[in-house]
C-alpha cells in the first residue's frame, strides 16, 4: 500500500515569490494535515481536512498561506509571497476520520534565499 | 510556552543495550500519547502509544511508561540496535480519536555498534 506522497521533496526560491505543495494521502484516510517543522522543533499543525472541508486552519498565517482540498483526495498547501522565515520542512499527514494514527509523507523542504 | 517537553537533545547507546527516552508534559488535559520515529529526508513513522487509563504499553522490542502523576513518560528500547538510531518525538493529544497533536522537540538517539 502506497504511503503518503508529497511533491517535491525540495524547493529553494527567492524571497517574495509564490510556492505550492502537493500531498496524496493513503486511500480511503479523509482526514489530511498539513503541519509545519522549524530545524530542531518538532511539527507543527497548520490546517486539518475532513475530506474537502477545512475543519481547523487556526494555525494557519492566512495572510500569505493558503490550502486546498478540492475533491477531498489530494491537497496543495500555497505560500505567496514567501519570506526568509518560511524556510521549513513541511509535512503531509493523513488518518482515518477519528483514527489515532498520523501517517506522514517525507514531506517537502522549502528555502527561500 | 512547550507543553511537550523532550529535554534531551541527543543520546547514544552502545548496541544491546537499553535505550531510555524521556518526555515530560504540563497539560493535564492530555490523556492519549505517541512516539514516532524519524529518519533523515523520512518522515515520521509511528512506533508505539500509549493511553492515560495505562501505565505501560508493550510492543516487541519497545515498551512506553506512562507516570500521569509526574507527567512523565518514557520510551525504553531494549536490546537497542543500529537501525534505531534516528531522531524520536513524543506527542501528545487530548485524547484517543482526537486529532490534535503537540509535539516534542525531538531526541536524536544514537546506537554504537
Known amino acids: 500500500e502506497a504511503g503518503v506522497v508529497q511533491s517535491p521533496r525540495y524547493k529553494i526560491i527567492e524571497k517574495k515569490q509564490p510556492v505550492a505543495f502537493w500531498c496524496n494521502p493513503i486511500?480511503?484516510?479523509?482526514?489530511l494535515y498539513w503541519y509545519l517543522q522549524n530545524l530542531g522543533q518538532g511539527p507543527e499543525l497548520l490546517i486539518r481536512y475532513e475530506n474537502e472541508e477545512a475543519v481547523d486552519d487556526s494555525q494557519l498565517p492566512k495572510d500569505r498561506f493558503s490550502a486546498e482540498r478540492l475533491k477531498g483526495v489530494d491537497s496543495t498547501l500555497k505560500i505567496q509571497p514567501a519570506e526568509l522565515g518560511d524556510s521549513a520542512v513541511y509535512l503531509c499527514?493523513?488518518?482515518?476520520?477519528?483514527?489515532?494514527?498520523?501517517?506522514f509523507g517525507a514531506g517537502t523542504r522549502l528555502s527561500v534565499l | 510556552d512547550q507543553q511537550v517537553k523532550q529535554n534531551s537533545p541527543s543520546l547514544s547507546v552502545q548496541e544491546g543495550r537499553i535505550s531510555i527516552l524521556n518526555c515530560d508534559y504540563t497539560n493535564s488535559m492530555f490523556d492519549y500519547f505517541l512516539w514516532y520515529k524519524k529518519y533523515p529526508a523520512e518522515g515520521p513513522t509511528f512506533l508505539i502509544s500509549?493511553?492515560?487509563?495505562?501505565d505501560k504499553n508493550e510492543d516487541g522490542r519497545f515498551t512506553v511508561f506512562l507516570n500521569k502523576s509526574a507527567k512523565h513518560l518514557s520510551l525504553h528500547i531494549v536490546p537497542s540496535q543500529p537501525g534505531d538510531s534516528a531522531v524520536y518525538f513524543c506527542?501528545?493529544?487530548?485524547?484517543?480519536?482526537?486529532?490534535?497533536?503537540?509535539f516534542g522537540t525531538g531526541t536524536r538517539l544514537k546506537v554504537l555498534a
Open positions: 506527542a501528545a493529544s487530548g485524547g484517543s480519536g482526537t486529532y490534535k497533536y503537540i
Open positions: 499527514a493523513s488518518s482515518f476520520t477519528g483514527g489515532d494514527i498520523q501517517y
Open positions: 500509549i493511553s492515560s487509563i495505562k
Open positions: 486511500s480511503g484516510h479523509n482526514t
